[in-house]
């Protein structure tokens, strides 16, 4: 697998499927795992989003049917691998990441700005995640409910099989969920009280309907109370 993209590089996905009346999810294949791109529309009616995921030709007339695409997410330096081919694609869009993690998403493409610098609205706002230094934020998503969008920070992976499905479970801590990973503690944790105060917080969203993550499932069945006890185990 390349570090990133410099050709539309279409793998299995899914189709659009919407969550919200402001939010959409795509999940892909991505060898062993599952990748989900979100999709949310901002109080303008343009599109914000998050972990682009490159997609066939009907699911891509499917996104552009809902919006112009005014912003691009890079969620973290290991999200990268269509970031290119989406700006590309998107000339126009304004390409945000966090502020810890700019230095390895600018090696794929050209960054306009922090999660700091992206103007929120009343539907659609990013905010960084504590105790990450900076290598990671979120995505609210506010309409007749709220979502929230997170990425590495909290995983929802089902136990896989065969070796990868072991180091998936006993190596990385990553199976099992929903679960801040082993391997999140290690790579993306530099300060766990605060990031747990975070959670516990995001956790009070008022009417959080769903949490999406980056790998594999949505969050649906009571998101805030899972939220507070993944906060619980840090």
């Known amino acids: 697998m390349p570090k990133f993209n410099t050709t539309w590089n279409v793998l299995p996905h899914g189709p659009l499927e919407q969550l919200t009346d402001r939010l959409w999810r ?9 990748r989900v791109m979100a999709i949310a529309k901002r109080a303008d009616g343009t599109l914000a989003i998050h972990n682009g995921i490159a997609l066939g030709p009907a699911e891509m007339a499917a996104l552009d049917a809902l919006g112009k695409v005014s912003a691009l997410i890079v969620p973290n330096g290991w999200h990268r691998l269509d970031a290119k081919v989406f700006a590309d694609r998107y000339p126009e869009a304004k390409v945000y990441c966090p502020s810890g993690s700019r230095a390895k998403v600018e090696q794929a493409v050209a960054v ?6 992206f103007v929120g609205d009343d539907c659609v706002e990013l905010v960084m995640l504590a105790g990450t230094k900076g290598r990671e934020g979120a995505m609210i998503v506010r309409g007749e409910t709220t979502a929230l969008v997170l990425n590495d920070a909290v995983f929802n992976m089902p136990h896989g099989h065969g070796v990868t499905g072991f180091v998936l479970k006993r ?3 990553s199976s099992g969920g929903p679960k801040v990973s082993r391997l999140a503690r290690w790579l993306l944790l530099a300060d766990k009280a605060a990031f747990r105060t975070q959670l516990e917080q995001l956790a009070k969203l008022p009417k959080l309907s ?3 993550v980056s790998h594999h499932e949505t969050i649906t069945g009571d998101p805030a109370g899972t939220l507070a006890r993944i906060a619980g185990t840090l």
């Not at 795509?26 to 599952?34: C, I, N, P, S, T």
């Not at 306009?112 to 610098?117: F, K």
Request: negative net charge; without cysteine; hydrophobic residues 35%.
């Open 112 to 117: 306009h700005g922090t999660y700091e610098d």
């Open 26 to 34: 795509v999940e892909g294949d991505l060898q062993a795992m599952k």
């Open 171 to 173: 190596i990385t801590g």
């Open 210 to 212: 769903h949490i999406v």
